[in-house]
């Protein structure tokens, strides 16, 4: 089993910055991927970053390409999204999710663990 707790969501302003945070417990995330996903209200949750535990391998959204971040910390077990040029389009419950497939894929069905989400809210 692993645990996941996010932190780091609330509102900011257009242009401004965030710092998500999705901290493992249970297990370490070991061999795993590691993804942020957000949902807004009636729409379809979407892929933002992902990253490989081993490797480091990334990958993220074409809507947040140089905008976000998304990088992570072996010895705090930790994973990042660092959000930089916030537009109003970004909002969203942010979720972090985890998948034993160990590689990053976009797709949601293929995470196996998730957080309970972080709001993020952009005004302007």
């Known amino acids: 089993q692993v645990q996941l707790v996010e932190s780091g969501g609330g509102l900011v302003q257009t242009g401004g910055s965030l710092r998500l945070s999705c901290a493992a417990s249970?297990?370490?995330?070991?061999?795993?991927?590691v993804g942020w996903f957000r949902q807004a209200p009636g729409k379809e949750r979407d892929i933002v970053a992902a990253?490989?535990?081993?490797?480091?391998?990334?990958y993220s959204a074409n809507s947040v390409e140089g905008r976000f971040t998304i990088s992570k910390d072996n010895a705090k077990n930790t994973v990042y999204l660092q959000m930089n040029s916030l537009k109003t389009e970004d909002t969203a419950v942010y979720y972090c999710?985890?998948?034993?497939?160990?590689?990053?894929?976009?797709?949601?069905?293929?995470?196996?663990?998730w957080g309970q989400g972080t709001q993020v809210t952009v005004s302007t």
């Open positions: 990253i490989s535990w081993s490797g480091g391998t990334t």
């Open positions: 249970g297990r370490t995330f070991s061999s795993y991927a």
């Open positions: 999710a985890a998948t034993q497939w160990g590689i990053v894929t976009p797709s949601p069905d293929k995470y196996n663990y």
